[in-house]
């Protein structure tokens, strides 16, 4: 479980600009929220992200890079089921795709993606980023400052879900 998490981490840093990827033909979806009075209105917006699915074409060879799956060695997993859940929303979807996330105020939790293509199956972690940050000046009471500008933040900023990738957002499957 681990080692896929971990791959799954690396392969922005592996997939490179010359992977083909496929076209997304269906229209984006739209994540369901779980609570709808509190959560409905913490959202800012939507933010689209493009999910794909990803498989290593030859293990041995991804081992003598040290692990790194490259471009050259991974294809693209078009159909496979997924699901990206958290405390706040919920939606499944066929990859590839294109899902609506929301963008929200005070910081919501991690997002998971789980995705099956028959008897391959891969999970990824989408962390909540912060969009902005309130910024606190320098002082004599520079800890209190600090402590009392995060709490300001938690509360004010915007938070969103980014891709692990440039295209958006790559789980491998194995």
């Known amino acids: 479980m681990f080692r896929k998490l971990a791959l799954a981490g690396a392969l922005p840093l592996a997939l490179g600009a010359c992977m083909q990827n496929a076209e997304v033909t269906?229209?984006?979806?739209?994540?369901a929220l779980k609570n709808q009075s509190t959560t409905a209105p913490r959202i800012q917006g939507?933010?689209?992200?493009?999910?794909?699915?990803?498989?290593?074409?030859?293990?041995?060879k991804m081992k003598a890079t040290g692990g790194q799956p490259s471009s050259a060695n991974m294809r693209e997993?078009?159909?496979?089921?997924?699901?990206?859940?958290?405390?706040?929303?919920?939606?499944?979807?066929?990859?590839p795709a294109k899902v609506n996330v929301p963008v929200l105020k005070?910081?919501?939790t991690p997002a998971y993606v789980q995705c099956n293509?028959?008897?391959q199956?891969?999970?990824?972690?989408?962390k909540p980023e912060l969009n902005?940050?309130?910024?606190?000046?320098?002082?004599?009471?520079?800890?209190?400052?600090?402590?009392?500008?995060?709490?300001?933040?938690a509360g004010r900023d915007n938070w969103s879900?980014?891709?692990?990738?440039?295209?958006?957002?790559?789980i491998l499957v194995e």
């Open 117 to 119: 293509a028959g008897e």
């Open 77 to 95: 997993v078009v159909g496979a089921r997924c699901t990206i859940e958290s405390t706040e929303f919920k939606a499944t979807f066929i990859t």
């Open 132 to 153: 902005g940050t309130v910024v606190g000046g320098a002082s004599a009471a520079g800890l209190l400052a600090a402590a009392i500008t995060a709490g300001i933040a």
């Open 26 to 31: 269906t229209p984006p979806v739209t994540v």
């Open 121 to 126: 199956s891969g999970r990824t972690t989408l």
């Open 106 to 108: 005070r910081r919501p």
């Open 46 to 60: 939507y933010k689209e992200l493009t999910f794909r699915t990803h498989v290593v074409l030859d293990k041995e």
């Open 161 to 170: 879900f980014i891709g692990n990738h440039t295209s958006g957002v790559s």
